[in-house]
């Protein structure tokens, strides 16, 4: 029997061609990767895929078991949030103000070495996109590039400079003042380096600096032209602080680390240094207390993305413990695991004040150069956006 309760037409063509919904193709194909990707792990997976297995590897494995970083992510995983109803948030204000300064987001992107191994591009792709989006660019002192060409490259941005104490003190402080000529006003020295943490993945692949290429990293490597031909094609990779090592990343990790550094040297540091001192890596309250003790502006709570001591401390955790024995202080300030947007506003809504992110960061660079750090970074603010609409939060 025929079905009565409609009458069939003719189609259209043109209401067929509406409703296929041609898009045009979005040229060249950077681009056109980089816009399939929704989230940080999206990107992480275009990394692995456009990286060799070394430098991949190297952002994306932690210490000995990496419980460390498995832990810290989860934590943040199983954080609940308690929305509120019926609130304006036609606009949202994503904005704070740290260290004296205002930033456009709450997090920066964090220090972080070799960087131009991941991609050609290095600090300065990440330092472009950092004053796009109006955030603060930390340079590692094992950076592979100088704070004047991260200056060059984003003049108008806010550059931040990050110190590992050396043995060579006097070399340290070189870097220090380097950094001060250059304008950089916020030092980060970083303490939770008395030698270099057990990296099983770097080992197992013989990280070179500069990378080796034998038989085995040219096979491994070889679908991955793009990294390549930008490694053969563009100056010598180096550390910008230390141009003539080459040897593997362990070997220099513990020439340059000092198991002799102490609170004392901090305090010499906050003697020395005019600008505003953050202290990376406090794991414990009493360590907290003892920084800011000393004079510190604000105390970054850090296992080092779970890259040092397995089984280290969970950052997170440790918020609201340093928020009630500081007050406001000291600003407190996070790294480690930060993959989502959500994970940010977490450690502000438990008392932190500020974030950054690392492998968040990294993961862009390596899918895309520069558009992917950028992209990076639009994912990150758009679920900042989101999450605080979500939660009836107009400003932080």
Not at 84 to 93: A, E, F, G, H, N
Not at 279 to 298: E, R
């Amino acid at each position: 029997m025929a079905n009565s309760n409609f009458k069939r037409v003719f189609p259209n063509p043109m209401s067929i061609f509406k409703t296929l919904n041609f898009k045009m193709l979005v040229f060249p194909s950077r681009k056109r990767r980089l816009a399939r990707a929704l989230t940080i792990e999206d990107l992480r997976k275009i990394a692995k895929r456009r990286t060799p297995k070394g430098p991949f590897d190297y952002t994306d494995g932690a210490a000995e078991s990496e419980s460390s970083l498995d832990r810290t992510r989860n934590r943040y995983k199983s954080l609940q949030f308690v929305p509120s109803i019926l609130r304006d948030v036609s606009k949202v204000d994503t904005s704070v103000e740290v260290l004296g300064e205002k930033f456009a987001l709450p997090f920066g992107i964090a220090p972080t070495g070799f960087t131009r191994m991941m991609h050609a591009e290095g600090e300065r792709a990440g330092a472009k996109a950092a004053e796009k989006f109006q955030i603060p660019f930390t340079l590692s002192t094992l950076g592979t590039s100088t704070i004047a060409e991260v200056v060059d490259a984003a003049p108008s941005g806010r550059n931040w400079f990050q110190l590992y104490m050396w043995r060579d003190r006097e070399g340290s402080m070189r870097l220090v003042e380097n950094a001060w000529n250059a304008g950089v006003r916020n030092l980060i020295l970083t303490v939770d380096v008395p030698v270099a943490g057990a990296r099983h993945r770097d080992t197992r692949n013989g990280l070179t600096i500069p990378p080796s290429l034998t038989i085995r990293t040219l096979i491994e490597a070889a679908p991955k032209v793009e990294w390549w031909w930008n490694f053969l094609t563009t100056p010598e990779l180096r550390f910008a602080s230390m141009s003539q090592w080459k040897g593997t990343v362990a070997e220099l990790l513990d020439y340059m680390f000092d198991p002799s550094m102490s609170f004392e040297d901090l305090k010499w540091i906050r003697r020395q240094w005019k600008g505003t001192l953050s202290v990376k890596g406090i794991q414990n309250v009493d360590d907290a207390k003892k920084a800011a003790q000393i004079g510190v502006d604000a105390i970054v709570l850090s296992n080092h993305g779970g890259r040092q001591l397995d089984r280290a401390p969970i950052p997170l955790e440790l918020v609201q413990q340093c928020r009630k024995l500081l007050g406001k202080n000291v600003e407190i300030h996070i790294d480690s695991g930060i993959t989502r947007g959500s994970d940010v506003l977490a450690a502000l809504a438990l008392g932190a004040d500020f974030a950054y992110i690392g492998r968040a960061y990294l993961y862009g660079l390596m899918a895309g150069g520069q558009e992917g750090v950028e992209r990076s970074l639009e994912i990150m603010t758009n679920e900042i956006t989101r999450t605080m609409k979500l939660l009836g939060v107009s400003s932080l």
